[in-house]
Each structure stands twice: as structure tokens, then as C-alpha cells.
């Protein structure tokens, strides 16, 4: 099994995919050992001292101003952690809870937070049984970090609350741990608040939305030139002369995918043999690597802001290498917010175009030659109009995802909390977003792949070939008498979602970007 180790400098979104999806195991290294032991010092000296240290000796948010007695202070620990696991709504997906907490342990690892070396080594330990926290759907505000889905992590670390044993089965906590051989933390100043202060929802959600946004804007590129084909259009927009006059690196990326698979078709630049012969494509099929570049640029951006959240140590207060411990804001979810927000406008607006280059496609008034709704026998049958209804469906919820949550701010903690990100609920949209898109590209590949082989006599290109043959091989039918269209579709869902869709192209284009 690949086994991830975690160190005091960060971790890789690589790491994240691994532990989130592929059940990796976990070591923690020497070095963040040592780290842990050393800020644990800290803590435990500024324990010892009569004056009040936030979240060591003191209460917390609009409570910090009391001072809490040595007696009562792994109680407040302990109440801070069920106080906060007060979620509510349905259960968030495995990979997102499993992303949660290897990035909380991340932070924790880093030796700015002042947990013991032994908690950080029981959330190894628990993920790596197979233990998964039950979290909610709503609960974090994304400031002072995603506080209800990380106090019900930590919960299962104290052996309280319900959690997903590795059998998928909900049971108590403290029954799953005891049967992995797992002892249940007892919390000591500062350890509750340091287990619940980070975006490491937020951020994992980022993480996995950028894998899967990667696949969808390769997907999409294939799939608008299998439309451009399917439409008799000219490739030669495509040309990189063309693109490097507006240097967008997306933009010049999504053109050259496109023109690696149209290469050698026998299918583009029909213009001048048509009855109505046109001067220009269509926007939603001339302007496709402008919108996909766009969108991919904005991936770019998110990515770096992702690699940087990576890299950090969030928490409140934090240990400093000097001995300092520091209230501080770092735990504010802007930078990840936005860019969550962003990459829904983005996958949205993907969305959009794919849709019009389907509905071109069942248009006999604008399809060039095509059967009305690529019908066997139009009025008998009705071909792919619903599928394109279903389409539509989506798009129209992928703009309402696309209006920001990270616009928002609704005050909290008696107004000591008075701004807030709303970026786990930016992440929880996008991820809706993401599940929208993958949808929207599987019709569009569902229509034009039965357009292109309705163009008797003409031979689409090779990588066309491949993916055609490829998702007739997945399940996904081609032309012929209407019939039960949702497992063609759910067929088409399957392909694109698993990547097998690129994968049929790569070989024949080379990889595309």
C-alpha cells in the first residue's frame, strides 16, 4: 500500500488524493515528531504560568476573556470539542472527511500548534483503520476555520459521537476504536481548539475539485471537437498562430487539444459544399478554447493558491519557532473561498457552451444536413430532444451554483466573529458543480459522436474513431430507434467520469494538455 508521510513542511495534493481516495497509509516522520515535542513544551511551560495565554489558560472566541483554573482545563478542552460538533443536515461524502483529517494532522504535524506528539499519532492511527467521522453538511462558516466538520473529527479521536467503520457501517466511535486497538485521546490545554481551528475542509474539497476539473477540461475540449466535427467546421481557428496572438496559456492549450484530435479528419471544412455555405462557425464552437482557456487559467490560479494553503500551518493562536504563542487571523478562509467561487463561475460558463453545442446539434436549422434531434425517424421518434431538456436542466443549475458564497458574511460569536468566509459552503457547491459538469460533457460526447457517425461517407478523424469505439465498448449506444435513454446517458456519466474518455484519445493524439 503507498504510504504517505507527513512532515512539518506541508503536504501535496498528490498526498491529499492518496489519503482522501486511495486509502493511503500514514507515517509521521521523525522530524514532525521532534516539531511536535518541542512546541508541546512550550505550551505546557505557558501553562504553568499564572498569567492567561489564549487558548492554553483562557476561554474561547466572545469567552476568551476569562481565565481558566488548571483544574477545569481539560474540561474546557473536552466541551469545546462537543460544544462544536454541532452539525447538522446530511452526512458529508468519506473522501471529503478523510481530506479533512489528513490535513488537520498536516498542520497539527507542522509543530505551531503544540499538540502532543500522541494525538497526532492517534489520527494516523485512525485513519488509517479506516475510521471515518460522521460530518454534516452544514455547520462551518469558514472562519476560525471549519469548526462543526473538524469538532466531529475530533470527537472520534476522544471516542465519542458516531463514526463509518472500514465495513461502510455507522457505529459508536468509541466501539470502532476499541476494536482497531486505538486508546481515545484525554485533551490537554490547548489540544481541542488546535483539532478544530483550519480550512482543511474547504481546502480538501479545493484539492479534489482540481483533479476532477482536469479530467472534465480535457473531456471538454475532446467533446467540442467531436461537435465541431459532427458540424462540418473548419479547424483552422485552431491554429496556434492564431493563439499566440492573445498569449492566454489555457486558451492556447484547449486550441492545440482540440487540433491534435481533429487531426486528419475527413469531416472539417465543408463550408463551401453546402447549399447555405458559411463564412464562420458559431460562437459556442469558434470560441470553445477561449472559454475552456479561461477556465483552465483559472485552475491555474486556484492551484497556486491550493500549493500555498498546502504549505501552511493554520491554527489560532500558533507556536512560534521563538517561543512565542500568538493569536492570529490565518485562519480566515478567503484565499481558498474565492478561488472555490471562482472555479464554479468557471465550470459553469463550461457548462453553458457545451449545452448550445448540443442543442446546435439537434437543430435541423442549424446542424447542417443532420436529422432533426439526430432522430432514426423524426416525428416517429424523438431522438435526443429530452437528453438536451436534461442538459439544460443542469446548466441552469450550474449558474445558480456559480452566484458566490464567499459574497456573503453573516456574523457569529456575538459579533467577536463579525466576518466570515462561507468557504466550506463554496467547496460543498462546487463539488455539486463538479458532479453538474461531468453530466453536461457526457451528453454532449452522447450527441455528437451519434451525429458524427450519421455523416454517411465521411471519415472522422482517428482519435475520433477511438473515442467513438471507446464508449460504444462502455455501454454507450449509437444511433437507431428511440429507446430507454437514461442508462445511455448514465453509460456516457460513466465514461467521462472515470477518465475513459481521454484515455481513448491519448494514444491516438499523444497526451493531451
Known sequence: MHTVVVGTSGTTAEDVIAVARGNARIELSGEALDALARARAIVDALAAKPEPVYGVSTGFGALASRHISPELRAQLQRNIVRSHAAGMGPRVEREVVRALMFLRLKTVASGHTGVRPSVAQTMADVLNAGITPVVHEYGSLGCSGDLAPLSHCALTLMGEGDAEGPDGVVRPAGELLAEAGIQPVELKEKEGLALLNGTDGMLGMLVMALADLGKLYKSADITAALTLEALLGTEKVLAPELHAIRPHPGQGASAANMAAVLKGSGLTGHFQEESAPRVQDAYSVRCAPQVAGAGRDTMAHAALV????????????????????????????????????????????????????????????????????????????????????????LVSEMKRLAVPASADSIPSSAMQEDHVSMGWSAARKLRTAVDNLTRIIAIELYAATRAIELRHGLTPAPASRAAIAAARAAGVEGPGPDRFLAPDLAAADAFVRSGGLVAAVEPVTGPLA
Open 306 to 393: 491550493a500549493s500555498r494553503e498546502l504549505a501552511s500551518a493554520v491554527d489560532n493562536p500558533v507556536v512560534l519557532p521563538d517561543g512565542r504563542v500568538e493569536s492570529n487571523g490565518n485562519f480566515h478562509g478567503a484565499p481558498v473561498a474565492y478561488v472555490l467561487d471562482f472555479l464554479a463561475i468557471a465550470a459553469a460558463d463550461l457548462g453553458s457552451i457545451a449545452e448550445r453545442r448540443t442543442d446546435r446539434l439537434l437543430d435541423k436549422n442549424r446542424s447542417h444536413g443532420l436529422p432533426p434531434f439526430l432522430a432514426d425517424d423524426a416525428g416517429v421518434d424523438s431522438g435526443l430532444m429530452i437528453a438536451q431538456y436534461t442538459q439544460a436542466a
